[in-house]
């Protein structure tokens, strides 16, 4: 079972940037999709972006597409999310998340993840 551990998390003003990390333990997340979901309050989870295994396909939610880029170093068994021009609507817990399929070419739906990290706070100020 793959652990996940987000940082890089906090508060910036509209228009900031920021750069969330996911450090995977318990086993390689080389084979695997890897993305981010985030929670707003009172609002269902989303996927924001994830990333194929190979790190040849990416999927963007329509809301954060030309904003963010997820990006993953196998080497370091770390996903990226670099997040620009933030908005107070990119307000949320943002979720790594990793695929528990193998070489997996699905990556576009919450329902293809299946291990979670605990999150970490983005609070954009108007």
Not at 30 to 56: C, F, H, N
Not at 77 to 96: F, G, I, R
Request: glycine share 12%; aromatic share 10%.
């Amino acid at each position: 079972q793959v652990q996940l551990v987000e940082s890089g998390g906090g508060l910036v003003q509209a228009g900031g940037s920021l750069r969330l990390s996911c450090a995977a333990s318990g086993r390689t997340i080389s084979r695997y999709p890897m993305g981010w979901l985030r929670q707003a309050p009172g609002k269902e989870r989303e996927l924001v972006t994830a990333i194929s295994w190979r790190g040849d396909g990416t999927y963007y939610a329509d809301s954060v597409k030309g904003r963010f880029t997820i990006s993953r170093d196998n080497d370091k068994n770390t996903v990226y999310l670099e997040m620009k021009s933030l908005q107070p609507e990119d307000t949320a817990v943002y979720y790594c998340a990793a695929s528990t399929r193998s070489y997996s070419s699905n990556y576009r739906r919450i329902s293809d993840f299946g291990s979670w990290g605990q999150g970490t706070q983005v609070t954009v100020s108007s």
